[in-house]
């Protein structure tokens, strides 16, 4: 294994961010091998197909065959999985993650893989999509996109080095940042933007007339939406895993939709285009940076 070559990477999980990674790696030849592990039987079978792993293996035979192990799994099996690593995990193999909640993560491999904690670098590559299982990866995903690593006082500069290297070969660009941080910054840009999208979805769902509704639908129900048809398992754990955080900004959401409400039951004109110009003007100069 070296700075732009990591040998044999075990990825557990492959859907639509491991099969990516694994399509990316062997786009970018930085791999000898990459083998899949995973629940499902049919989703393996696909990643083989399109290229994304060369062989399918148990656990145990992934975590000594492989110098990265490359968990992508919902966060919720972080702590069950690590268990089930740590007797098997030699001291030449790295392990990072691509789980969209650190705090919870880390707790459950400094819980469970005890000294061994050092060989575990928590990331989470800012990809995805709307769609999730291998039939959905794609090589360039990871392209132009952040991965925020979140290094553990137990990890070596040299490890943290290489995991920033990992992740950069398959296009990311990578920041350091704390669990802490990145846990309460991602409630906001991301967890919240997913429970608001199920939550329209559920509402006009619930409509008595629903069917009309999705019938006549256009552009922006549908772009707002698109990331209620991400994985309800995956953001199911999220949920739990990052619940402080999230009610934090959820409860500030209703705050200011109070607000709006009171100010559209007054027919508040000024007061609503206040609000609505300092929120376009804010998008349009973000969308600018």
Not at 92 to 112: C, P, Q, R, W, Y
Request: hydrophobic share 45%.
């Amino acid at each position: 294994m070296s700075a732009n070559h990591f040998g044999t990477v075990g990825i557990v999980g492959v859907g639509l961010i491991g099969a990516s990674l694994g399509l990316a790696l062997k786009q970018a030849g930085a791999v000898s091998e990459i083998i899949g592990v995973g629940r499902s039987a049919s989703n393996l079978d696909q990643a083989m197909k399109m290229g994304a792993i060369d062989r399918i293996a148990s656990l145990e035979d992934a975590v000594n065959s492989s110098q990265w192990l490359v968990l992508c799994v919902p966060v919720a099996q972080m702590r069950a999985l690590f268990a089930q690593i740590e007797p098997y995990l030699g001291s030449n193999t790295l392990i990072t993650d691509a789980g969209s909640t650190k705090s919870d993560v880390i707790l459950a491999a400094k819980e469970t893989l005890g000294k061994k904690v050092c060989q575990f670098i928590p990331a989470h590559p800012i990809a995805g999509g709307a769609q999730h299982g291998a039939a959905a990866a794609r090589a360039d995903l990871f392209q132009g996109k952040q991965t925020i690593i979140c290094q553990l006082q137990e990890n070596s500069a040299t490890d943290v080095a290489l995991a920033e290297r990992f992740w950069a070969t398959v296009g990311s660009m990578t920041k350091r940042i704390s669990a802490v941080q990145h846990d309460a910054i991602y409630a906001a840009v991301s967890h919240l933007p997913h429970v608001l999208s199920y939550a329209l979805m559920s509402s006009v769902l619930h409509s008595e007339d629903a069917e009309q509704k999705l019938g006549h639908a256009g552009a922006g129900f549908r772009d707002f939406t698109r990331i209620a048809a991400s994985s309800p398992e995956m953001w199911r754990d999220i949920c739990i895993a990052n619940k402080q955080a999230i009610l934090k900004e959820l409860d500030q959401y209703l705050s200011i939709t109070q607000r709006l409400r009171e100010m559209i039951a007054k027919e508040d004109a000024d007061g609503l285009e206040k609000v609505f110009q300092k929120a376009s003007q804010a998008r349009q100069k973000w969308d600018e940076s």
